[in-house]
């Protein structure tokens, strides 16, 4: 069993961070473990990497020094095997190719309920749920699935115009709502609209957020259900959902 820090963190999984990442990220060793636990055990099918000022080679280093990693205390949760990192426009990701590639497959097959879309377009007054995304939903996972299948360990993935890249970063963290907004105009109608934050905690680390997204307040009567139901889902007894109500000027998307 390999010697932990006093936070707690393996520390062959230290090691990792200060081999293969910036120096900026050192501080959040304990939040980047958390995150990438989370991600390997299955609780969720990815993270956006956001720890520190980072490139696609250094997460590209860390991921496989991971992988490389053997017969000690962190290998207990590891399964680093199905890893690979994602890079979205000027965003790194770390996705777990087999939980998204059942997650995605389950969508399509109808197996599982997809996620509920959010139109943010400026155009409108005030946000509304969209009932008619089950075509975008597919070309989206079309995508998605495309890009895993083809086996590489980083994936650059191209998003087509026809497609809305902040509702490919919903679905690829697993959210219950997404936003989805016109290509053709990047803002959107959220700005002093109060949203409902949706934020899921492990017990065993109360200071991880794994999970955090929003809602417009105006459609709670709509989402709240699915976003309950979803919670219970994912939940495995070891985890807490906190619900907060926030107004802000500009939400950049």
Request: aromatic residues 10%; negative net charge.
């Amino acid at each position: 069993m390999a010697t932990t820090t006093e936070s707690s963190v393996p520390l062959n999984f230290s090691q990792c961070v200060r081999s293969a990442l910036p120096r900026s990220c050192w501080k959040r060793t304990q939040d980047i473990y958390s995150a990438v636990k989370n991600v390997q055990t299955g609780f969720k099918p990815s993270l956006i990497f956001d720890f520190g000022a980072v490139n696609e080679k250094d997460i590209e280093k860390f991921v496989c020094t991971l992988n490389q990693l053997k017969g000690n205390s962190y290998e207990d949760v590891r399964n680093a095997s199905t890893l690979s990192v994602a890079v979205i426009g000027m965003d790194v990701m770390i996705w777990n190719v087999k939980e998204l590639i059942e997650y995605l497959s389950s969508l399509k097959s109808g197996n599982r309920k997809g996620p509920t879309f959010v139109d943010v377009s400026s155009r409108l007054n005030a946000p509304l749920v969209r009932d008619d995304m089950q075509s975008m939903l597919l070309e989206m996972c079309d995508l998605l699935l495309g890009s895993l299948q083809e086996g590489q360990k980083t994936i650059n993935l191209d998003i087509t115009p026809s497609i809305n890249v902040t509702s490919v970063f919903g679905l690829c963290l697993g959210y219950p709502v997404i936003y989805w907004y016109e290509d053709a105009d990047a803002n959107n109608c959220l700005s002093m609209v109060p949203l409902v934050v949706n934020k899921i905690y492990r017990l065993a680390e109360p200071q991880q957020c794994v999970y955090s997204f929003s809602y417009p307040q105006c459609l709670a009567e709509i989402l709240q259900y699915d976003v309950d139901e979803w919670f219970h889902g994912v939940n495995d007894g070891n985890s807490c959902m906190t619900k907060t109500v926030n107004v802000n000027p500009v939400i950049c998307l």
